[in-house]
């Protein structure tokens, strides 16, 4: 009987949870950004047909990505190396400028906020990079890389406050405050990157961006980070943004998955449902590619080609030159996201008409 009624407990709290709609925190709408590789105005000049002409060439990173981040949930970007996953991340955060499109945070548009217009939001809004050896500074003590963050938000506190302030936020992260006198080339990877995360949470946000906080670590480190920040996301009620190319941390951290290629956005998925029933010809290449020890695991995909320059993006759907199910219509229509039944969206042709 017991079990009976906790099992319809659960079931009324799922209901509830389906009917009570989740705030946007973050939006991100029809994102675009490239990068010039023409050089300087002079190295752009060229000599044709007797005559000067200009040529421009750029690399298109994103193009026309959409996506809405939930409050307190654990958003994942996946996709492989240059697909666009980070220089959305440092868009996001304002460190890059988008050549066209919005971002919005809880309904304002944020991109085109002056500096200090920005700085409510900088509070709320706050990173952890990738390389733990790169991200601190190198000539600034512990105490002081926590304290600066710190004093610049709230000016009006004293030293004592200061000081208690980023003692507390060490011991959360798992970080003796005696370590405070110490430089970051003291310690290991996995303790910097601790560190770093004691940076990001010391203005107690609201939104972290997470760039691949991990893959710099060993093995046996990423596990001890990974349930420090779950464990924060749980304590303090926290935002992510997860990047990340390993999907065996996407279905152990992620709320939801959004995967990319070239710079688009091929499927976005609960991540119970991503990895039951993938939808996009990408999505069940990379999901096969997983190493499991199980007897039925799905025969791994082999995908045909080479990835696309994004210098020069192919027409249509950028992923139909290593389709298997692509026809005319992949080869001249971009494919627009569709919502599926299992709660997400996949923006293929073939899902579309049924083909897959």
């Avoid at 749980?234 to 710079?263: C, K, P, Q």
Wanted: net charge neutral.
């Amino acid at each position: 009987m017991t079990n009976l009624k906790q099992q319809a407990a659960v079931a009324q709290q799922q209901t509830a949870d389906n009917q009570a709609p989740q705030e946007t925190l973050v939006r991100v709408e029809n994102l675009y950004k490239k990068f010039s590789i023409s050089g300087d105005f002079l190295d752009q000049l060229k000599f044709k047909n007797g005559k000067f002409v200009r040529e421009q060439e750029y690399v298109h990173a994103i193009n026309g990505v959409n996506l809405e981040v939930k409050r307190g949930e654990a958003l994942c970007v996946v996709g492989e190396s240059g697909c666009g996953k980070s220089t959305v991340a440092r868009t996001v955060m304002g460190l890059l400028s988008p050549t066209a499109g919005s971002i919005h945070y809880q309904g304002q548009r944020i991109d085109n906020l002056s500096d200090r217009q920005l700085m409510p939001y900088r509070r709320k809004m706050q990173m952890i990079f990738q390389n733990p050896y790169a991200s601190l500074n190198p000539r600034m003590t512990i105490a002081e890389t926590l304290m600066e963050p710190v004093a610049l938000h709230n000016p009006q506190w004293s030293a004592a406050e200061l000081r208690d302030k980023v003692h507390e936020v060490m011991f959360s992260v798992g970080i003796d405050p005696s370590w405070g006198e110490r430089y970051p080339h003291e310690f290991s990877g996995g303790q910097r990157q601790r560190i770093s995360i004691a940076r990001a949470l010391a203005v107690d946000p609201e939104f972290i961006v997470a760039d691949e906080p991990i893959s710099a670590l060993d093995v046996s480190i990423q596990a001890q980070v990974l349930n420090l920040m779950m464990d924060a996301q749980e304590s303090r009620n926290l935002t992510y943004l997860f990047i990340t190319h390993d999907l065996s941390v996407v279905e152990h951290f992620g709320t939801r998955v959004a995967v990319m290629y070239l710079g688009t956005l091929c499927e976005l998925a609960p991540t119970k449902a991503l990895f039951a029933t993938p939808r996009h010809p990408y999505t069940k290449a990379l999901l096969s590619a997983i190493p499991r020890l199980e007897d039925d695991r799905p025969q791994h995909i082999k995908l045909k080609g080479e990835v696309p320059t994004p210098v020069n993006l192919p027409s249509g759907c950028v992923f139909h030159g290593r389709c298997p199910h692509a026809d005319e219509r992949c080869k001249r229509d971009i494919p627009q996201l569709i919502a599926t039944s299992d709660g997400g969206q996949v923006a293929c042709h073939a899902v579309e008409e049924g083909r897959i």
